[in-house]
């Protein structure tokens, strides 16, 4: 679809991928909402991720409409850890294009690098999870154990079925503050609705018909 877009977002053009598409007087502008979903639940979880460092796992569809509005938005420096596959060489590509475009200092690293993990979390204000492990179809964790912790270190996942994922359960047992995915769907949303519309969408509405925070 983003090849058929007359025109990309900033956000799209990086992403090279677009999930909704606004016809402005037959011109078809392409732009990513993920990423703006996202960062709005975060805000919306208490979290002002303005100049903090950032743990993201997996680099997929979602995850780097994520990696690529955080650092559009502000964060000083994301560690992105992915699957070394057939994938590796389009987020090396995604990774260049933010450190020259952004101010953001963005790093990949092997997600098998379990040293490196446990390095760049010791100095993350936010690990966040982007992959499906921790769905019901894909349990599991990518954080082997409570030692790659730290106090103050907020967990988040774009996982929203199930609410808590084994890595959310993980970090509230060892009493940090996390956050699911739920609210970045509905954000996601949101952000769809305006560029559609030009109206803002009753979020608040919506939140207390539809929504529970897990």
């Known amino acids: 679809m983003a090849d058929l877009c007359d025109e990309l977002s900033p956000a799209a053009q990086i992403c090279g991928a677009v999930n909704t598409v606004v016809n402005d007087n037959g011109r078809l502008i392409g732009h990513t909402t993920d990423g703006v979903g996202y960062m709005m639940s975060a805000k919306d979880a208490g979290c002002d991720l303005t100049g903090k460092r950032m743990v993201q796992l997996g680099a997929g569809g979602a995850g780097t409409a994520i990696l ?53 979390l010791a100095q993350a204000d936010l690990l966040l999870n982007t992959t499906p492990v921790g769905m019901n179809r894909i349990p599991g964790c990518l954080i082997p154990d409570p030692t790659y912790f730290h106090p103050g270190l907020v967990v988040s996942d774009v996982i929203y079925e199930p609410q808590e994922t084994q890595l959310l359960r993980k970090a509230r047992e060892a009493g940090l503050k996390t956050f699911n995915g739920m609210y970045m769907l509905l954000y996601q949303g949101a952000a769809a609705f305006k560029l559609w519309t030009g109206q803002e969408m009753p979020v608040e509405q919506i939140k207390a018909k539809y929504f529970s925070k897990a």
């Not at 955080?70 to 596959?85: E, H, P, R, S």
């Not at 995604?94 to 993990?117: F, W």
């Open 68 to 120: 690529v509005q955080a650092a559009m938005d502000g964060l000083a420096a994301i560690d992105v850890f992915n699957t070394k596959d057939q994938f590796w060489p389009r987020v090396e590509q995604i990774v260049a294009q933010l450190n020259g475009r952004t101010d953001c200092h963005v790093t990949l690293h092997d997600l098998a690098d379990l040293d490196a993990l446990r390095g760049c």
